[in-house]
C-alpha cells in the first residue's frame, strides 16, 4: 500500500541554521510527491511539488528513488518558517485523485 | 478570486446526533475531496469528487458517513448517528483537474472543527 512517513513529530533549529525535514513514501512506481504546509491560524497550502524542480522560499526537495526519500531541506532556517509541515504522495491507485499524507512534522524556528 | 470555503468553522454536538458540514469549492475547479484530521494525526481521505462521474468513496470509515455535490459546485458532508470519535477537523480542497500534472494543486478550506460530546 502507498504510505507516506515523516519520522519527526518536532523539529527545532535556531535562526539561521540548516533544517531538513525527512519524508519517505512507499510506492514501486514514479510518485508524484508534495509539500504542504500550515502557518499558524492559516490554511494548509501547497509549498513546492517535485515535478515543478522549484525553490519556493529557500524551501528545496529532491526526489531519491533509491531511498524512496523526499527530504525538504532550506540552508538558513528564518523565525517565519515556522509552521507545521506536510509530505504528500499523489495516490495511485482507485481514481488517482488524493492525496495520501504524512502525520506532519512541526517546525519551530527559535531566534 | 475567493478561496474555498467551509461552514461552520465549528460545531459542537452531542453523541448520536447527526451533523452537515458544507463546503463551496473554487468557482471552476471540477475535483473537490474530503480529507478529516484527528488530533495528532495526518491528513485521513474521505470521499472525492470529480465533475459528473461517480464519487470515490473509498475513504469513507464506515456508512453512517455519506457526501453529495452538486454538480461541480457546493458539497455537504454528513455524519450520521455521531460518535466521540468523529471528532477532528475536517479539511475540504479542490483542484482544477485531477490525476498527474501541474493542474491538480488542491487547495484547502480552513477546516470545520466537529467536537462530539
Known amino acids: 500500500a502507498q504510505r507516506v512517513t515523516q519520522p519527526e513529530k518536532l523539529l527545532s533549529v535556531f535562526k539561521g541554521a540548516p533544517v531538513e525535514l525527512k519524508c519517505n513514501y512507499s510506492?514501486?512506481?514514479?510518485?508524484?510527491l508534495f509539500w504542504y504546509v500550515q502557518y499558524s491560524r492559516q490554511r494548509l497550502q501547497l509549498l513546492l511539488r517535485?515535478?515543478s524542480r522549484e525553490s519556493i522560499k529557500g524551501f528545496t526537495a529532491d526526489l531519491n528513488k533509491g531511498e524512496t526519500s523526499f527530504h525538504l531541506k532550506k540552508p538558513f532556517a528564518q523565525e517565519e518558517d515556522s509552521a507545521m509541515y506536510y509530505c504528500?504522495?499523489?495516490?495511485?491507485?482507485?481514481?488517482?485523485?488524493?492525496?495520501?499524507f504524512g502525520k506532519g512534522t512541526k517546525l519551530s524556528v527559535k531566534p | 478570486g475567493a478561496g474555498v470555503s467551509q461552514s461552520p468553522s465549528n460545531k459542537v454536538t452531542e453523541k448520536g446526533k447527526d451533523v452537515e458540514l458544507r463546503c463551496d469549492p473554487i468557482s471552476g475547479h471540477t475535483a473537490l475531496y474530503w480529507y478529516r484530521q484527528r488530533l495528532g494525526q495526518g491528513l485521513e481521505f474521505l470521499i472525492y469528487?470529480?465533475?459528473?462521474?461517480?464519487?470515490?468513496k473509498s475513504g469513507l470509515p464506515s456508512d453512517r458517513f455519506s457526501a453529495e455535490r452538486t454538480g461541480e459546485s457546493v458539497s455537504t458532508l454528513t455524519i450520521q448517528r455521531t460518535q466521540q470519535e468523529d471528532s477532528a477537523v475536517y479539511l475540504c480542497?479542490?483542484?482544477?483537474?485531477?490525476?498527474?500534472?501541474?493542474?491538480?494543486?488542491?487547495?484547502f478550506g480552513p477546516g470545520t472543527r466537529l467536537t462530539v460530546l
Open positions: 504528500a504522495l499523489l495516490n495511485y491507485g482507485g481514481s488517482q485523485g488524493n492525496l495520501i
Open positions: 480542497a479542490s483542484s482544477l483537474v485531477t490525476g498527474f500534472g501541474t493542474a491538480n494543486e488542491q487547495f
Open positions: 510506492y514501486s512506481g514514479s510518485p508524484e
Open positions: 469528487f470529480q465533475g459528473n462521474s461517480a464519487p470515490d
Open positions: 517535485h515535478i
